[in-house]
């Protein structure tokens, strides 16, 4: 049996990310958070994101019911410049120029709050990804037929994009947006879940 959905919640409008902890038998509650998400000046990546995800689960805790709270921030960082979520058309297919026969690195920030007890995890894992050559007219194609806006990198590796990554290093789902071995250990480190698993004995 599953915890009750109220216990814990998701603070992200990704359906990926509710997807991914749904797979391995978490229910949740998803409530959006509205956090801006710029980069500030000295701000590393590893640093920003830890920030935003924290952050997040803060926001939504102090606002929704629950007791366990998930933020979660990705970026995708290529050669030290941080590429978040692409503005438009030709600001996504900008990002996959760049990335286009590039390794990069995928950064995503998790935390689980606790607002009963008012303790934090927050962590960040690095996957790394190899893409191959991408033409122009494969670019604007994807872009077109995905509309990648809300994706960090303006990509989706669940989608099209799969077959555009030669070589990963690290967490798939860490690419996804949410590094769920990490944080499944997170949630039985603070007491949401039971170690090991998400389902609930009875």
Not at 20 to 45: K, N, Q
Not at 77 to 83: Q, S, T
Not at 178 to 192: D, I, N, R, V, Y
């Amino acid at each position: 049996m599953r915890r009750p959905s109220a216990e814990i919640v998701l603070a992200s409008a990704s359906p990926r990310r509710a997807e991914l902890l749904a797979s391995a038998g978490i229910a949740v509650d998803v409530v959006p958070s509205d956090i801006p998400e710029e980069l500030r000046p000295g701000e590393t990546p590893d640093e920003h994101v830890r920030r935003l995800a924290g952050a997040k689960a803060r926001a939504v805790a102090s606002s929704h019911p629950g007791r366990f709270f998930i933020g979660a921030d990705t970026v995708v960082v290529l050669d030290g410049e941080v590429l978040g979520k692409p503005r438009d058309a030709a600001d996504a297919e900008q990002m996959l120029g760049k990335l286009s026969g590039k390794i990069h690195d995928v950064v995503t920030g998790y935390a689980v709050y606790d607002a009963v007890t008012d303790r934090i995890h927050v962590e960040a894992v690095t996957t790394r990804v190899g893409f191959r050559s991408l033409g122009a007219e494969e670019i604007r194609a994807y872009v077109a037929a995905e509309r990648p806006f809300d994706k960090a990198g303006g990509y989706a590796i669940q989608g099209r994009a799969a077959g555009m990554v030669r070589r990963i290093e690290g967490s798939y789902t860490n690419i996804v947006g949410l590094p769920l071995c990490e944080t499944l250990e997170a949630l039985a480190a603070m007491g949401a879940i039971p170690p090991g698993g998400g389902a609930t004995p009875n």
